[in-house]
């Protein structure tokens, strides 16, 4: 296929299916999502008649025709596949089971016709699976129309509306339903005058995008402003514990639900960067979550809460004020006072989406309190899609995160509200502006699936999926992409102090860009050393929200792991990592190698010209021409940076300018 | 009066005219400028018939009429007032004179009517004395609709044309005709795709403009864009050699001149920041203007050729390439080679509008060429008129400064080509944002008259005119402004390394901000020491362009002026100045010395209260306000920057965060 006539069909081309083509495939029992996986089948080019080779079904459906199956786990959403006398048989709880089930098929290929197939439940880890948008109805002046948005513009939204043609989005829909995304919120968190009446002037459209999702699966959320009862309801107040607000939101909701009867819910972004919140009245955040739950929870709605809660007017002269600590400080307090329809939404960091930071205490300062898991697929600061990186593998270290200690659960499993990321997809012809950046969109969905699959694993199945079965190009993609997470690093910010980024936009190294800024986001180097101390003993205390056996273990230099070093302590230059390595010699040596191991990936590319379709390899390389650029621009910045600043010489007499 | 209701005056309130109120007036002579004069009697509440007090006309006419009266000078433009018979006489050499003569009467207050007066010639230094205003006829993505404008929209323009209303534009003429500006180019020197068709498009338009200064004695000129033949005139080419270039612009400007007959000319700025010139075919700047000027020269236009060409994508990582070389590179092997009606317009400095910069040596590199001096008004670099910055100060110095020593010319002499700078005037009531940067605007049309005025003294004639007699007033005004520019320096970027604002806007410190661009705007401080080396011993031999005795002072640290240390050389923090204090002693003592003067500065306009107009008390409280906050950011940022980078404690123990 040619990327410039059609769009890309990211991991779902024709050849994915190419296994099941011709075959005998039957789709027992009625329901909507039923049929959705029989216009697959017929897509795939399977047909419906004769001696099947595969049956889908659900458990009891399957039972009534008298079919042997395989088990489906108990859980909704969930199946089971397995062979029985020559025959794929997959067995689901439900109607949804069924369609997952049938993507199942597709991702195993040819094995999923084999004898040596064994029967497999599979269930999701969690009932929610969500991306959230942040796009916007109208272009906004600073941030267009996309916020953080790095591949075109909305496929929702044009023309200060919702799209007349959704084509777009019910392909989306496929792809999302293919990797187990149930749960779309469609508009950005920062929601702008004309985004605050999506939720009551635009419900008949937004029912239009309600059901082109309905058949994949996928519920429809909205961002709502918590000043919705004065902005729309012209009251005088958002008060959550006025009577009138609670009425006011009881009826929009009401009128929501009329509308689209399997509406998900609200997602808020309240008190934080400007939006308004339930502070304005001396209220908690529990006082305004629960307002939105009890106006949802008549019609099964819920409402994601973010706990990104924190000063933005920071003077950068405090420095016993840590941005860090904010979300735990503010919701601990809370713990057990939320309703039970109420998930918190915890980014995945307490600072804000970088490329390395601690996992949030908060997920283990909550107990009593549904939690959802927030990562970001939008590379905001890893690269805005420009550069080639890989977040599976971050995030599958976010998720084996071990809050309590190797006695206590992982993190994938703590956070009973699911898991949310920020989309990266827009009208781009290959949805995610780099191509390469459809494996973080894939990996997402795979990993909130089952937080505890390998993420190369889940690498090599999108490789498989997109491209083939060349062997080569197979070889040169795990080259670019396996360890593409720590080479962005290894350039990036050193040693998990973070930000260093320009200011806006957040793209390219800016040392001291937010240094001086009331964002709460610094490095404080000076010409000894650089870091910030949030130990207990003489810092922020920031290490003390956690519990042992990482309160302690961050608590010292000695026991934080080299790559949160500077998260947690100032040090000086000449400090000692792990392996022995001087702080100031780790950050040029890493630098040096960074931009060495982006060479090399941008040469592997260039050698299988050829063997992917001429557009990809097109847009990629022009895509690694310029993670070089941007790379070496890095490395040469912060090694002239900390040279400048330290004085000290780069031990192995490489270039500094 | 209230400026809530009304545009503010400037400094032409009813008060300024009030001694001429009710004595009779007479204009001897025919022409429209004395019309335009026979007006501003009226307008004063003057009288024609009777006894005169006061006699205006023409020499000729005075002459004709047998009327006595002082010597004017030869020049065009000059008058001279004096006492005849308890009469005051202004003679004038044209109408245009008459004009100025008027207006002379005006500032003279009381005085213009005492027998006390004597003669006094006046003659204006130079010919030309121009503002070109960088508005845009449409609102640009990033710079707004005037670019670097911080006084509201443009006068000129709205909702895309020029504007239905001229009145605020006869307003402006009037108030320019006041203080001797004679040109004024309507259009931003960044001549975007709109724009562009001001030249062919908007002819009619634009006559409505140049008629409206027409009786203020104010010629429009235009900037336009080097590739007009290629998006106007629909040629591929814009090579100044090729016929059809040279006859498409003689077509456009017959065109214009036929439609406008006493157009001024073309301001262009060529192969700088983006803009098309004459490089891309191989061919010079000499060649480029005088393309340009050899259409204009039948009709008696001019063009007005910027030199600011320089790099916009330096290498940082190079520093053997100085943006300062790159004016003087660039046009001094042209010199000689531009036509007559060619002026070469050159930025004070060699950089760009810094609060400090040596003053260009492409002025004394230039001997056969006219030049004209470019200022700015507008305060890009100098506080967006939200600090209180009396430019004079500065613009005295530059114009006192003499390129090849005290036996030669000054520059205000030196620039045969007049004057131009860039306004600061929009629609804002004020005119001007901050209310006392109008003596900015003031000051520039005073020193372009008269470049050897004392900037003081004119300060002070602003006041009495804007303000009246209140001597408390003035003294405050004084107090604020007198030194300001200094105390601006004095907080911002120290001893004319220039730069660290915060990238794009110009506002406010970042240290760093340029260091890592391409632009070409260093300060390389390290932990050692600061400065860019600009020696021709061991530096980029930008010192070497200037003659002596500049060369030789520029060269070395110990002769060169402190203030302009750090633009010449890189030094260590512990370097000694002429008084002996060290340069990083220097900087924290002058932060915080210019902090504490913006506080005098502040409770000084506070004890004005009642004493002004309530409007423009508030808005300069406001601004106030601002300057304070912002100045305490500098001082901050910068003494927290260079504490953190040399180690060296401030002596007096002052807090450093």
Request: glycine content about 10%; overall charge negative.
């Amino acid at each position: 296929m040619n990327a410039t006539d059609a769009v890309h069909p990211m991991w779902l081309p024709a050849g994915a299916t190419a296994h099941l083509a011709g075959r005998t495939v039957a789709v027992v029992g009625e329901a909507p999502l039923a049929d959705t996986v029989r216009g697959e089948v017929r897509s795939a080019g399977a047909v419906s008649e004769g001696t099947p080779d595969v049956v889908l079904g659900t458990a009891t459906a399957l039972e009534a025709a008298g079919i042997t199956a395989p088990s489906a786990p108990e859980a909704a959403e969930s199946f089971a596949i397995g062979r029985r006398d020559g025959v794929t048989v997959v067995s689901a709880r439900d109607a949804a089971g069924l369609l997952y089930g049938w993507f199942a098929l597709v991702r195993l290929g040819a094995a999923a016709l084999d004898d040596a197939l064994v029967d497999t439940p599979h269930s999701p880890a969690h009932a929610v699976r969500m991306l959230d948008h942040w796009d916007n109805v109208d272009r906004h002046e600073v941030m267009g129309q996309i916020e953080r948005g790095y591949a075109g513009d909305s496929i929702f939204f044009a023309n200060g509306r919702v799209r007349d043609e959704l084509s777009r989005v019910a392909e989306y829909a496929r792809l999302l339903a293919s990797i187990g995304v149930n749960r779309v919120a469609v508009n950005n968190v920062n929601v702008h005058r004309r985004e605050a009446r999506l939720l009551t002037d635009d419900l008949d459209e937004l029912a239009r995008i309600a059901a082109v999702f309905r058949p994949w699966g996928i519920r429809l959320h909205l961002s709502v402003t918590f000043a919705s009862p004065i902005l729309l309801g012209g009251l005088d107040t958002s008060d959550p514990l006025d009577a009138r607000v609670a009425s006011w939101w009881a009826e929009a909701t009401h009128r929501v639900y009329a509308t689209i009867p399997d509406f998900g819910g609200y997602l808020v972004k309240a008190d934080s960067e400007g939006q308004p919140g339930p502070f304005a009245y001396g209220r908690t955040h529990a006082d305004g979550a629960n307002l939105l739950a009890r106006a949802l929870a008549p019609h099964g709605g819920m409402v994601h809460w973010r706990a990104f809660v924190y000063n933005h007017h920071q003077d950068w002269r405090d420095r016993r004020t840590d941005r860090a600590r904010a979300a735990y400080d503010h919701f601990t307090p809370l713990d057990g006072l939320f309703d039970d329809n109420v998930v918190v939404q915890i980014k995945y960091g307490p600072m804000d989406f970088q490329t390395r930071e601690p996992v949030s205490p908060l997920f283990s300062g909550l107990n009593r309190t549904r939690q959802a898991l927030e990562l970001q697929v939008t590379q905001e600061y890893t690269g805005h899609q420009l550069h080639a990186v890989y977040l599976g593998v971050q995030w599958a270290e976010i998720l084996r995160f071990r809050p309590f200690g190797d006695a206590g659960p992982a993190l994938g499993s703590l956070v009973r509200g699911g898991l949310a990321a920020v989309s990266n997809v827009g009208d781009d012809v290959f949805w995610t502006g780099h191509p390469l950046a459809q494996a973080n969109l894939y990996a997402y969905g795979r990993l909130a699936w089952d937080p505890d699959a390998d993420p190369l694993a889940i690498l090599d199945e999108w490789i498989g999926l997109t491209f083939g079965t060349d062997e080569t190009v197979r070889a040169t993609i795990h080259e670019i992409l396996d360890d593409s997470w720590r080479v962005y690093e290894s350039y990036t910010a050193p040693l998990g102090v973070g930000f260093m980024v320009r200011p806006g936009s957040h793209y390219g190294p800016d040392v001291d860009g937010y240094e001086y800024t009331p964002w709460g986001t610094y490095h404080f180097a000076d010409r000894d050393g650089i870091g910030v101390d949030r130990s207990v003993a003489t810092g922020t205390g920031f290490a003390g929200q956690y519990p042992e056996p990482w309160r302690t273990a961050y608590e010292r230099p000695e026991t934080t792991p080299d790559e949160l070093l500077l998260f947690f302590h100032h040090v000086p230059y000449g400090h000692r990592l792990h392996d022995g390595t001087t702080v100031i010699q780790h950050i040029y040596d890493t630098r040096f190698a960074g931009l060495a191991a982006v060479e090399r990936k941008r040469d592997a590319w260039a050698a299988i010209a050829g063997r992917v379709p001429e557009a990809v390899f097109a847009r990629v390389s022009e895509r690694l021409d310029e993670q070089l650029r941007s790379a070496r621009e890095w490395r040469d910045q912060l090694n002239s940076y900390f040279l400048r600043k330290s004085g000290v010489p780069d031990a192995k007499g490489r270039t500094i300018y």
